[in-house]
């Protein structure tokens, strides 16, 4: 299993990115997706949550309205664009893969800052 995140970068507060996690080594319409992000000195958090058929999605309140999940199983990519982003948004963000019995994958990791 390989998940490799990209698309993170330097921001101003107010602009955009879109983040990209490019999976391999499982079958990737059958699994739901999560992002993650995690802040200097704080735990990592769960941000967006997608299923596997796109049919229901989730997110932590201090995103809602700002970010969107996604994902293309025919590219089994899942996306995380984020929108109207805040100096609270800067972190690491993570992409995972949780199977059935709890053994999960997680990505290298992003990082996305967002300066005034």
Not at 8 to 36: E, H, Q
Request: glycine content about 12%; some cysteine.
């Amino acid at each position: 299993v390989q998940l490799v995140e990209s698309g993170g970068g330097s921001v101003r507060t107010g602009g955009s990115l879109r983040l990209s996690c490019a999976a391999s080594g499982f079958t990737f319409r059958g699994y739901a997706m999560t992002w993650y992000r995690q802040a200097t000195g704080k735990e990592r958090e769960l941000v967006a949550h997608i299923t596997s058929d796109s049919d229901s999605t989730y997110y932590t309140d201090s995103v809602k309205g700002r970010f969107t999940i996604s994902r293309d199983n025919a590219k089994n990519t899942v996306y995380l664009q984020m929108n109207s982003l805040k100096s609270e948004d800067t972190a690491v963000y993570y992409c995972n893969v949780k199977f059935l019995g709890g053994l999960q994958y997680w990505g290298q990791g992003t990082q996305v800052t967002v300066s005034s």
